[in-house]
């Protein structure tokens, strides 16, 4: 919901069949563009009945752009049943040609578990995205280094894999 032409508010809702167990949480936040090259955004989820789900997920997000590319900057913290997890990450997306875009993206993650503290990950992911039709794009990525940033499970939360894992990723932010 539009409160002013630089403010927004907004709902989320996530509903997700993971483990076999069905999980939801809820939340919402607000954007400010505080120019017309410069976005914040905050968003709160909460789901207290999930076991694979955060249980709690705070993101705050900073975008600006200038020229042909769009600088990025997020903090997000889950708080999972049985551990926490902080990321910082930095990004830049440029626009190549107007249907063409590149992004890559640097993610440190530090864990923390009832009995570990302090797992240290390090993640890299390029993108590209292609425009096939006005409002219709492709989109393919690479991430290298650990599992996919935006699908952190309890399960992988405490562990230090160091593979190698190719995804695409068809969202349109994260």
Known sequence: ??????????????????????ENRGGGGFEW???????????????NDDLVLPQRDYLARVDYGYHRATYTGVVRYFDFFGANVTMISPGVTVAVTPRWTLSGRY???????????????NTFD??????????IWVRGGYGALTTSINSRSTRSAGSTPIR???????????
């Open 1 to 22: 919901m539009r409160l002013a032409e630089t403010v927004r508010v907004f709902g989320r809702w996530q509903v997700e069949k993971k483990f076999n167990r069905t």
């Open 33 to 47: 563009r505080w120019t017309p090259w410069g976005t914040l955004t905050t968003q709160v989820l909460i789901g």
């Open 107 to 121: 993610a440190f993650t530090t864990t923390d578990t009832a009995t570990v503290t302090g797992t240290d990950n």
């Open 126 to 135: 390029v993108r590209a995205a292609r425009q096939v039709v006005p409002r």
């Open 164 to 174: 190698r894992t190719p995804r695409s990723n068809s969202s349109f932010r994260h």
